[in-house]
């Protein structure tokens, strides 16, 4: 065997788009994609395949995205967009005086059960396979089921994660909800190496489970239920019975803007979607040349219009039964967008408060098939592991949206008692003159709108391809004036930038696990010819991506 750092790459890698005229999947891990795959080639349409990415992700790549985890979707069902948003709710519990009596200040910590939530990701497979699917869970669970029981080799991009990920929640957590991670993710006593077979047959388990009982081993009391409350009890949890009854995801329609010719859809609220249609609407206005990507003009009106963007949903975003002082109508007004544009100095980079509108770790995948359907989905547990809340008899995980409450007093995202909290993850879906251009999507945080903005404006601008759109370096901004930027970003630009006030740090896009750096991973289908159904795919190269057709 060769001796190699598989994690160290001496020389750029290129990647191509793919074409197929059957049916098409891209995802995080090529494992995912080929389980959606299979489930186009058996039959199944964009929506059946997509579902099969989002069981078999939690398999493959447990960091990013758990049995635990929240989902959200995107579909063009041949006619029109639909949304799904499958959010789940803190526990009854958590209430004020709980939160006090635990002492936290700023946020809820990730890790252990206060950061927990309800899992909204099965209630939203079994949403879509009932509302646009055209098969039966136990059909499309078999895939992830044969991953889980059969073994697959771990990747080095999966793997980097797993050690430095329970370096951080490990002091979080008690000896027992160690116990019962250890137990699921490292049985001999560390975190498997790169290209070691692994098996997780508590997984497959899981979804023999969920498919059996159409989730209502979850949402209505059963065995995984009653297994997550008997954690709870034990360990200092303040889940209750109450908390698995009643969920169901919500069908709405997307929140569209019009930019350039075209129109980016994104998901209402609780999700930050409207962060990256804020900033696209804002920048509506302005004309960026064909050859502009990259320069220093360009990239400082991207850099303000999000940190004014983010001003604004970090404020007011949060469960819409909440959201009673700013609705999304008024964050996506157009003239109140033009007034935050207004407020962009083209010379100085400036840190934004909250405007006053008028009253009124993630896997992103997609597919789309030949019936005329295509679907954005993202599901994700929020941080790596998520809370590490592991419920060992399931491999179940549970996530920690919890983590990203607010605690400030009179906050629309203020921590408490069955509530949605603000959501990152967001898929997104392009329109041109009432037709579908294809889904697409970038995970990683706070990245995500931020990634929207840019990979839209690299497809609509700049007019690259799909590949070419997600292999572009990227910058994130974090807060007040800092971001980071790939360092394969234009020195001289970058130069420019750090004179308007920016400041700026570099990082390299490609190597470690996806907890290393904050640039996100992306996938990308589009429509090369509707009307001859032939599709044009792309995967992220910062990752494992892989986008499969036939």
């Known amino acids: 065997m060769l001796h190699y750092n598989p994690n160290v790459f001496h020389f750029p890698s290129r990647r191509r788009d793919v074409y197929a005229s059957h049916g098409m999947v891209s995802s995080s891990h090529p494992l995912a994609s080929e389980a959606g795959l299979r489930i186009?080639?058996?039959?199944?349409?964009?929506?059946?395949?997509?579902?099969?990415?989002?069981?078999?992700?939690?398999?493959?790549?447990?960091?990013?995205?758990?049995?635990?985890?929240?989902?959200?979707?995107?579909?063009?069902?041949?006619?029109?967009?639909?949304?799904?948003?499958?959010?789940?709710?803190?526990?009854?519990?958590?209430?004020?005086?709980?939160?006090?009596?635990?002492?936290?200040?700023?946020?809820?910590p990730s890790g252990g059960w206060d950061s927990t939530t309800l899992p909204g990701c099965i209630a939203g497979w079994l949403a879509l396979l009932r509302e646009f699917g055209t098969m039966t869970p136990e059909q499309v669970v078999q895939p992830a089921v044969e991953l889980a029981e059969g073994g697959f080799p771990i990747t080095p991009?999966?793997?980097?994660?797993?050690?430095?990920?329970?370096?951080?929640?490990?002091?979080?957590?008690?000896?027992?909800?160690?116990?019962?991670?250890?137990?699921?993710?490292?049985?001999?006593?560390?975190?498997?190496?790169?290209?070691?077979?692994?098996?997780?047959?508590?997984?497959?388990?899981?979804?023999?489970?969920?498919?059996?009982?159409?989730?209502?081993?979850?949402?209505?009391?059963?065995?995984?239920?009653?297994?997550?409350?008997?954690?709870?009890?034990?360990?200092?949890?303040?889940?209750?019975?109450?908390?698995?009854?009643?969920?169901?995801?919500?069908?709405?329609?997307?929140?569209?803007?019009?930019?350039?010719?075209?129109?980016?859809?994104e998901l209402p609220p609780n999700g930050q979607g409207i962060t990256a249609l804020m900033a696209l609407s804002m920048l509506a206005g302005d004309a960026f040349p064909a050859d502009g990507f990259g320069k220093a003009e360009t990239a400082h009106l991207q850099m303000e219009a999000i940190k004014l963007a983010f001003a604004d949903s970090l404020r007011y975003v949060g469960d819409p039964d909440y959201m009673t002082e700013v609705k999304a109508e008024a964050l996506l007004n157009p003239d109140y967008l033009k007034g935050r544009r207004a407020q962009v100095d083209p010379n100085r980079a400036q840190a934004f408060c909250a405007g006053n509108p008028p009253s009124g770790n993630t896997c992103y995948f997609c597919a789309a098939d030949t019936k005329g359907n295509m679907i954005s989905m993202i599901q994700s547990c929020y941080n790596a592991f998520g809370s590490a809340i592991t419920i060992p008899e399931y491999g179940l995980v549970l996530q920690s949206r919890g983590a990203t409450f607010s605690l400030e007093p009179g906050h629309v995202n203020m921590a408490g008692p069955h509530k949605r909290p603000y959501q990152t993850i967001i898929p997104a879906f392009l329109m041109k003159d009432g037709r579908p251009v294809g889904p697409f999507g970038i995970m990683g945080g706070f990245m995500q709108p931020q990634a929207h903005l840019q990979v839209a404006m690299n497809l609509i601008d700049f007019h690259m391809g799909p590949q070419d759109a997600l292999d572009a370096p990227r910058f994130c901004w974090s807060s007040g004036l800092h971001f980071d930027f790939e360092d394969h970003y234009d020195a001289g630009t970058l130069k420019e930038l750090a004179a308007m006030g920016h400041d700026i740090t570099t990082m390299d896009a490609f190597s470690g696990g996806y907890g290393d750096r904050p640039f996100g991973r992306g996938q990308i289908i589009q429509y090369a010819d509707e009307e001859e159904k032939v599709l044009i795919g792309a995967a992220d190269p910062r990752g494992d991506g892989c986008v499969l057709g036939f």
């Open 40 to 108: 186009l080639r058996q039959g199944g349409n964009a929506i059946d395949a997509c579902v099969a990415v989002a069981m078999a992700l939690p398999v493959v790549e447990p960091a990013s995205t758990t049995f635990g985890s929240d989902n959200f979707a995107i579909v063009w069902s041949g006619t029109r967009l639909h949304g799904m948003s499958a959010s789940g709710f803190s526990p009854w519990g958590l209430t004020q005086e709980y939160l006090d009596s635990r002492g936290y200040t700023g946020r809820i």
């Open 157 to 265: 991009y999966v793997q980097a994660t797993y050690e430095s990920s329970w370096a951080v929640l490990r002091p979080r957590l008690s000896d027992a909800m160690r116990r019962n991670f250890e137990a699921v993710f490292f049985p001999e006593g560390k975190a498997p190496l790169p290209g070691r077979m692994v098996t997780y047959p508590a997984m497959a388990e899981f979804l023999r489970e969920i498919a059996r009982t159409d989730g209502a081993s979850l949402y209505e009391g059963g065995r995984i239920a009653q297994a997550i409350l008997r954690e709870s009890y034990a360990d200092g949890g303040c889940w209750s019975e109450r908390d698995f009854e009643g969920f169901s995801p919500i069908l709405h329609d997307p929140l569209r803007t019009a930019y350039h010719g075209y129109e980016i859809c």
